[in-house]
């Protein structure tokens, strides 16, 4: 996954990019990232925005009940810190089968101050 850059207005993006030296964050890109791995997930599971052990963010789609903690992660192992749920009972009333309809939804209700306190709470624990 390529580097974001710090690039926004909001309070909570600015705090969780300046955290990480701005290198990685630019919350448009989390949102397309976010998307193409609940997209790519076949079937049920989650798509993640996580902190990696070396202290940067990265996405990634785990199946089923799988997450970032879990040691059947190898090579995306880290401390959660957003998750999207993509199993169909998440969506399917309101979205039926239209899971990217679903994704893009997602963003307007999501409240980045608890995602910042997640990610302070992670960080504060890894370093």
């Known amino acids: 996954m390529a580097n974001f850059i710090c690039n926004t207005e909001n309070s909570a993006y600015r705090k969780v ?3 990480n030296r701005c290198n990685f964050w630019f919350f448009r890109r989390v949102e397309n990232e976010d998307k193409n791995a609940g997209l790519g997930q076949f079937g049920s599971g ?4 996580y902190i990696k052990y070396n202290g940067t963010l990265d996405v990634v789609a785990t199946p089923n009940q799988d997450n970032p903690l879990m ?5 995306s192992r880290g401390v959660p810190i957003l998750g999207v749920d993509v199993w169909e009972h998440a969506y399917y009333l ?3 089968n239209k899971r990217a309809d679903y ?3 997602f963003w307007s209700v999501l409240d980045w101050s ?8 992670a960080i504060d624990k890894l370093i």
């Open 114 to 121: 608890v995602v910042e306190k997640q990610y302070e709470e």
């Open 103 to 105: 994704l893009d939804a």
């Open 94 to 96: 309101k979205y039926q």
């Open 17 to 19: 990019g300046k955290g």
């Open 71 to 75: 040691d059947t992660q190898l090579t």
């Open 46 to 49: 989650w798509s993640w925005l």
